[in-house]
């Protein structure tokens, strides 16, 4: 074999093998950094914002159960709080209205999709501040 067909065959070996690498970690979630996971809360809070503002009821429903099912996720966790059950009522309050705003959207009521979207907003600036006292 010459030397430039045995490097053709160690080219696409290592193709191969990066190809490969690539499609396993597809298969695995990533897991973000606090910071992408709050960029990620409020780029769909804008959104909502958005849907609201045009009447897009579907915007403000898709991202309504965004933010419901990130609140969900294993980042959402706050594990430097002592104590969990206040948050845990903050968690439990920003589903329901992730859900309420929803339904809301889906009932194309805009005045009721608007206030649960105000709700939530509240409910996660309460939960900011009572995470950095805790924090203290």
Known sequence: MNATVMRRIVLSLGGLALAAAAAAQE?????????????????HS????????????????????????LSQAAEWEVPTIPDVSDYIVFTT?????????????????????????????MNCVNCHKYVRQAAK
Do not use: I
């Open 46 to 69: 804008k959104k909502v914002l958005e849907g609201l503002t045009l009447e897009n009821f579907e915007t403000v429903s898709t991202s309504a159960k965004a933010l419901k099912r």
């Open 93 to 121: 309050e920003f589903q329901r209205l992730a859900d309420e705003m929803d339904r809301k959207a889906k009932d194309k009521n805009v005045d009721g999709a608007t206030l649960a979207y105000l709700r939530l907003t």
């Open 27 to 43: 298969g695995q979630p990533r897991t973000r950094s606090r910071a992408e996971f709050m960029r990620l809360k409020l780029e």
